[in-house]
């Protein structure tokens, strides 16, 4: 479809481009942007008009992942897909951000690949559920440890105080029932 001169086919695709909710950047195969839509301004901060014309690397790209980014060039000058990801990305207040990235190549007209897409979802709100279930299980684990030690404690205490099968297993099930 990428293909098609169909003046409504390009109308309707620069349409779902602008209104997507995920940011989707285009940059040619020196790491130069050539497209920001509105998502992308709201997810790192810059304008189309910042973006557009510099380096992807200089704007959102974290120092410490500067290798990805060379790394995803080279899948794309290969004509690869890069399979959806997690990864981080730097807004213009400098905080980063956690987001989803899936990165193709941009052919022309010939089929020549001139740069890639990149669309990025913001997960920062998932990642940030992850860590509370995480935080939630250890929690819960840490309880039930205790709970296993108090019940230990009882059979050792109740086993020592009597010999009778019965009477223990009675005395166990009554504190267990008491907890």
Do not use: C
């Amino acid at each position: 479809m990428a293909r098609n001169s169909d003046p409504h086919a390009v109308a309707r695709l620069a349409a779902i481009i602008e209104s997507s909710y995920d940011a989707i950047v285009s940059k040619d195969l020196n790491g130069i942007i050539t497209s920001w839509n509105p998502a992308a301004e709201r997810l790192f901060g810059y304008s189309a008009a910042e973006a557009v014309g510099r380096p992807v690397v200089e704007l959102i790209i974290p120092d410490h992942l500067l290798a990805e980014e060379n790394d995803i060039i080279s899948h794309i000058r290969r004509g690869e897909g890069v399979p959806s990801y997690e990864t981080v990305r730097r807004r213009k207040d400098g905080s980063l951000v956690a987001v989803s990235l899936t990165v193709s190549p941009i052919r022309n007209s010939r089929g020549t690949i001139v740069g890639a897409s990149k669309i990025a979802r913001d997960i920062t709100a998932a990642k940030e559920n992850e860590r509370r279930i995480r935080l939630l299980m250890r929690e819960v684990n840490h309880r039930v440890k205790n709970q296993f030690a108090v019940i230990l404690s009882m059979v050792r205490e109740t086993t020592r105080r009597s010999s009778d099968p019965q009477e223990v297993e009675a005395q166990i099930r009554d504190r267990i029932m008491a907890l």
